[in-house]
C-alpha cells in the first residue's frame, strides 16, 4: 500500500506563486510516475503534470512555461511550483503514484487564486 500525503495548498492572488508537495509513504520502493492533478467544481479531474522515476515529465497544455515538476526519489517526495498562477487555476489539486500492484491518491489540497 502506498500513502500520499499533500501540502503547500492556500490562498494566493493572480500573478503569484505557491509550491505543493507532496510525500509517499509505505510500500514505495517500485513507484514509477508521480504527478498532480485537479478538479475544479463542476469540472472533471484532469491532469496538471506527471514525471516518471528517471525524470522524463508530461504537462498539460494550460500549465506549460508556468508549473514545475520536479521529484526527489530519495525523499520519496514529488514537488510542483506553480507561477504565474491564474483564477482558472483554482481547484483541488491531488497527488498520484503508481507501480505495477495500483494507482493511488493523496487526499488534495485546495489552491485558490483569486483576481
Known amino acids: 500500500q502506498v500513502q500520499l500525503v499533500e501540502s503547500g495548498g492556500g490562498l494566493v492572488q493572480a500573478g503569484g506563486s505557491l509550491r505543493l508537495s507532496c510525500a509517499a509513504s509505505?510500500?514505495?520502493?517500485?513507484?514509477?510516475?508521480m504527478g498532480w492533478y485537479r478538479q475544479a467544481p463542476g469540472k472533471q479531474r484532469e491532469l496538471v503534470a506527471v514525471?516518471?522515476?528517471?525524470?522524463?515529465?508530461n504537462y498539460s497544455d494550460s500549465v506549460k512555461g508556468r508549473f514545475t515538476i520536479s521529484r526527489n526519489n530519495l525523499k520519496n517526495t514529488v514537488y510542483l511550483q506553480m507561477n504565474s498562477l491564474k483564477p482558472e487555476d483554482t481547484a483541488v489539486y491531488y497527488c498520484?503514484?503508481?507501480?505495477?500492484?495500483?494507482?493511488?491518491w493523496g487526499q488534495g489540497t485546495q489552491v485558490t487564486v483569486s483576481s
Open positions: 498520484n503514484a503508481d507501480n505495477l500492484r495500483g494507482d493511488y
Open positions: 509505505g510500500i514505495i520502493f517500485d513507484i514509477n510516475t
Open positions: 514525471i516518471t522515476r528517471s525524470g522524463r515529465t
